[in-house]
């Protein structure tokens, strides 16, 4: 049944809750279903758990309770081996872009291969010619080949993202992350980080998690949105689904 595979569930979060050790209780029993092909985008405003949930996902916060399933497994209970295994397999963008500043470009986006080599080649950060060539054909997909020597710090915001994607890419992701990957940037800038987001998920199936705060945005991108407030999802479905009178929701106070 290759079409009921090619929309097959990808990630399942089950009751999802963390409070950081602090009391903070940032998440509060957030469930919801990630299909192959979905590019999602999470509203809220600031506090609202939107990286918490992110980075619950990939294992960079430990859940306090509830469920992540990726691909079958229960991420919790993976032994370090197949957890990393399962990183791999999950691209992240940041905010603020996380690049080597003095590096050049080139070698920015192949450090998201090093999950790929193995530990010694990785530690002399050795990269065969086959990953070279890839890392400048994800950079030609991002459209920033021309800057693939020119050193990272010397590129706009914008071109940065671009890299931000293309090192993702290179994990050959099933599931990119994005956490608020636009929010440095000016509004047609944005557009086209995220138009750069969409053409993957369309051309790869590659699903996507985009937290974002612009509500014109998500209707714009997103196939599914999920709304955060206060820790507690509070909506699930479609652009249209959301109507008008969420925006100002998702704002009050
Ligand atoms: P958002 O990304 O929507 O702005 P966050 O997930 O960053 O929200 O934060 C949700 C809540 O959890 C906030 O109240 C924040 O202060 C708190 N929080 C986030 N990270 C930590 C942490 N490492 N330790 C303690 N509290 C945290
Ligand atoms: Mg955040």
Known sequence: MPNAQKHSVLLKVEQLSKTFPSGVSALNSVSFEVRQGDFIVVLGKS????STLLRCVNRLVEPTSGKIVFQEQDVAKLPPKFLRQARRKIGFVFQDYNLVNRSSVISNVLSGRLGYTNSLASLINHFSDEDKLRALENLGRVDIAQKAYDRADTLSGGQRQ????????????????????VSSLDPSLARSILGILKKINENDKTAIICNLHQPELAKEFANRILVLEEGQLVFDGTPDELGESFNEGIYKN
């Open 47 to 50: 506090g609202s758990g939107k």
């Open 162 to 181: 671009r890299v931000g994607v293309a090192r993702a890419l290179m994990q050959e992701p099933v599931l990119i992350l994005a956490d608020e990957p």
